[in-house]
């Protein structure tokens, strides 16, 4: 079945520009949109986008500052939503149905807690992580590192300038430990290291500052409060972040907790029949209440 795939860049309230792709009957409602994580990287879902895109039209684009959306101003969680929410606007969506992934998860939430009445439904895979997880997170990544590598790692960090194949090595290092399979897990990340580019680091700092002065775990009470019915989370079960956190904010919101066993921080990569059933399931629930 071929789907009928579209692009263009949507305007936002203070010039910048977002480049966005649809995929499927753009007619159809509600749409599906995926919001990638980072955050500094460019969209990277299109791979989960056709799992579902007959089921439903599929919206991604560049965060800000990402890709093909060009910004050097200064980033704010406040604004990326507003982003999201303008960008529905423009696309003609009342109400959505969110898909985050990483970062995309507290992209999401955010957005709920300020734009309830537009949210049809949500899935968060693989976060948001709430509580005092980055300790159990880098404890395992260094479990997984060999001596060499975890030094190595550490050495291209501090540099204040790197080559193109230093980047590349950084990213590969970083992100290799993200996957259940350590040898296939360094080929994805080899990959990615070359496609998610180029990582935008003034803004994974300012919004990872942003994020840590004001933590989404102060909201949950409200965010349990505004969320759609059927939400749900999904997780690798060996994704180095710590699925306990994920399991307690499945209690801490009430919300069902699926964990994909043999599957990382990407788990559509290493379980992607399992990943396409489960999403499926999900966007025709949604779909059709």
């Known amino acids: 079945m071929t789907l009928m795939e579209t ?4 305007s936002m ?5 977002l480049w966005w792709t649809a995929l499927g009957d753009t007619a159809r409602k509600p749409a599906v949109i995926l919001l990638h994580g980072g955050p500094g990287l460019p969209d990277y879902l299109g791979d989960v986008a056709h799992m579902i895109a007959d089921l439903a039209p599929v919206y991604r684009y560049d965060q800000r500052g990402t890709g093909r959306s060009p910004w050097w101003g200064e980033h704010s969680l406040a604004r990326h939503v507003e982003d999201l929410a303008e960008s529905l606007d423009a696309w003609g969506v009342p109400r959505a149905v969110l898909i985050g992934h990483s970062y995309g998860t507290d992209l999401a939430s955010r957005f709920c807690l300020r734009h309830a009445d537009r949210v049809a439904a949500m899935l ?11 300790m159990g997170y880098r404890a395992e990544r260094n479990r997984r590192m060999s001596g060499v590598q975890h030094e190595r790692l550490r050495e291209l960090e501090g540099l204040s300038h790197r080559t193109e194949e230093q980047e590349v ?16 897990g360094w080929a994805w990340a080899a990959l990615g290291a070359r496609r998610r580019r180029p990582v935008n680091w003034s ?3 300012e919004l990872g500052l942003q994020a840590r002065e004001d933590p989404l775990d ?8 505004c969320l759609p019915a059927g939400t749900q989370l999904l997780g690798g079960a060996d994704d180095p972040r710590p699925v306990s956190a994920l399991e307690s904010l499945a209690q801490r919101l009430a919300l069902p907790l699926t964990r994909i066993e043999g599957a990382g921080h990407e788990p559509w990569l290493e379980r992607p029949e399992v990943v396409r059933a489960h999403l499926r399931r999900f966007v025709r629930d949604a779909v059709g209440a």
Do not use: K, Y
């Open 13 to 17: 309230t203070d010039e910048a520009r």
């Open 124 to 134: 968060l895979m693989c976060g948001p992580f709430v509580g005092d997880w980055r």
């Open 7 to 10: 692009e263009g860049l949507v």
């Open 218 to 225: 102060g909201h949950l009470a409200d965010l349990r409060v």
């Open 169 to 184: 090595e950084l990213l590969t290092l970083a992100w290799f430990t993200d996957h259940s399979d350590p040898e296939q």
């Open 203 to 205: 803004m994974n700092r």
